[in-house]
């Protein structure tokens, strides 16, 4: 990894407007979970606002909007081959950059669920179990959508298709989606590791846990693939 490099990426998030939706996402969160609390006088659903809106919502797009804020920009102005001219690895460029895009994510979407959890009137189990889920999902999602980011210019786009369509609309249709889906490995790890009532997810832990592997590993190293393919051309 490179210290320079994760220092501009960090700037690069801090100073665009996504910046913004960043912060007010979670934000926005914590405030229905307050308000729900306030106008019924109880505490809220855990599911519905935990785990339907935070954990399903929430946090992968955080992720969305961190992994392609990292990395997206420079490949849609071309400013990318500035950066790959150096004698910097691509894969320690893609490392670096997931791991600020990461860090990021596991602050606002652990952060922001944990506080959701709060602000809902929730027990302090569901605060910790809402704060571990989200740091797992937004690290996976981050890695994920990294590789999205660098594979097309559209990673936005297939960021959304893969959040909307594939987790949040074939997921409800179709069991077998569970295996692909960051959603389900999420709340099967936090079922093992917390003592709160989730919905259980037909998943054994063991694929649960090697998915997740997986789909971190090979994410961050898919990307450096992609960046190593980058030619220095006038049309990149």
Known sequence: ??????????????????????????????????VLRALTGEAVSARLVVLELGLALVVPLVSLLAANGVLGPEIDDGSVVYLLSTPVSRYAVAASKFVVAAAVSVVLGGGGLAATAFAGGLSGRWLLASALMGAIAAVLYT???????????????????????????????????????????????????????????????????????????????????RLQRFQLRGDE
Request: aromatic share 6%; no cysteine.
């Open 143 to 225: 890695a994920l959508f990294t590789a999205m980011s660098a594979a097309t210019r559209h990673g936005m786009i297939a960021g959304l298709v893969y959040v909307l369509i594939v987790e949040g609309l074939l997921a409800a249709f179709l069991v077998g989606m569970r295996y692909v889906s960051v959603q389900s490995l999420t709340q099967r790890l936090g079922e093992a590791v917390t003592d709160v009532d989730i919905p259980p997810v037909d998943l054994s832990l063991t694929y649960a846990g090697v998915a997740a592997a997986v789909v971190l590993v090979v994410g961050v190293l898919l990307a450096g693939w």
């Open 1 to 34: 990894m490179n210290v320079t490099i994760m220092r501009l990426a960090l700037q690069a998030l801090a100073g665009q407007r996504r910046g913004l939706l960043l912060v007010g996402l979670p934000l926005l969160l914590v405030v229905t979970a307050a």
